[in-house]
Every structure is written in structure tokens, then in C-alpha cells.
């Protein structure tokens, strides 16, 4: 079993930045995916950014690209995103997730991925 635990959520003003923390542990692999999602209230979840390390792959939503960016550090075993230029929009809670899956691509959809942390609020006010 992995456990995924995230933090760094908070409430920031449009334009500001975050930078979110997912650390692992328990049976964590370098080769998993790792992919971040959000919820905002109301909506469904989705996909925001994820990487592959056997790839060397990332990918990101077409609404946070340019201005998100996923990175690890695997001897801390954690996974970080750095959110920049925040949006409104942007107000949801994020969960990191693990995938088992071997691929080469990022998997975007979140039935693909087994792990999953308890979220973190992220609040972007106008």
C-alpha cells in the first residue's frame, strides 16, 4: 500500500502563487505515475498535471499549462506543484494520486490511478 499525504494549500489572492507538496510512503516506486486532480465545488474532478519518471514524460491540462508545473524529488519521495498566475477558477481542493499503470504516457483519467492523498484547499480569491 502507498499513503500519499498533501500539503501547502491555502488562500491566495489572483495572480499569486502556491507550490503543493504529495509525499509517499509505504510501497512507493519511482516507475508510479504520479498525477495531481482538483474539485472545485459543484464540478467534477480532473485532471491537472502528472509525470512519468521512466519516461521522463509530463502532462497538463489545457487550463493550467504555462502556468503549473509538476515536479519530483525522489529522494524526499515527494512530488510538488507549483502553481503560478492563480486563477479564481483555479479554487478546489487538490489530491495527489499514484498510478501502477506501465505506460509511457501520463494517464489523465482518474480511474487509471490507485493511490490517492486527502486533499488540500486551494482558495483564489478576485
Known amino acids: 500500500q502507498v499513503q500519499l499525504v498533501e500539503s501547502g494549500g491555502g488562500l491566495v489572492q489572483a495572480g499569486g502563487s502556491l507550490r503543493l507538496s504529495c509525499a509517499a510512503s509505504?510501497?512507493?516506486?519511482?516507475?508510479?505515475?504520479m498525477g495531481w486532480f482538483r474539485q472545485g465545488p459543484g464540478k467534477e474532478r480532473e485532471f491537472v498535471a502528472g509525470?512519468?519518471?521512466?519516461?521522463?514524460?509530463?502532462a497538463y491540462a489545457d487550463s493550467v499549462k504555462g502556468r503549473f508545473t509538476i515536479s519530483r524529488d525522489n529522494a524526499k519521495n515527494t512530488v510538488y506543484l507549483q502553481m503560478n498566475s492563480l486563477k479564481p477558477e483555479d479554487t478546489a481542493v487538490y489530491y495527489c494520486?499514484?498510478?501502477?499503470?506501465?505506460?509511457?504516457?501520463?494517464?489523465?483519467?482518474?480511474?487509471?490511478?490507485?493511490?490517492w492523498g486527502q486533499g488540500t484547499q486551494v482558495t483564489v480569491s478576485s
Open positions: 494520486a499514484a498510478s501502477r499503470i506501465y505506460t509511457l504516457v501520463v494517464p489523465t483519467q482518474e480511474y487509471w490511478y490507485d493511490y
Open positions: 509525470s512519468i519518471r521512466r519516461s521522463d514524460s509530463t
Open positions: 509505504g510501497r512507493t516506486s519511482s516507475s508510479y505515475a
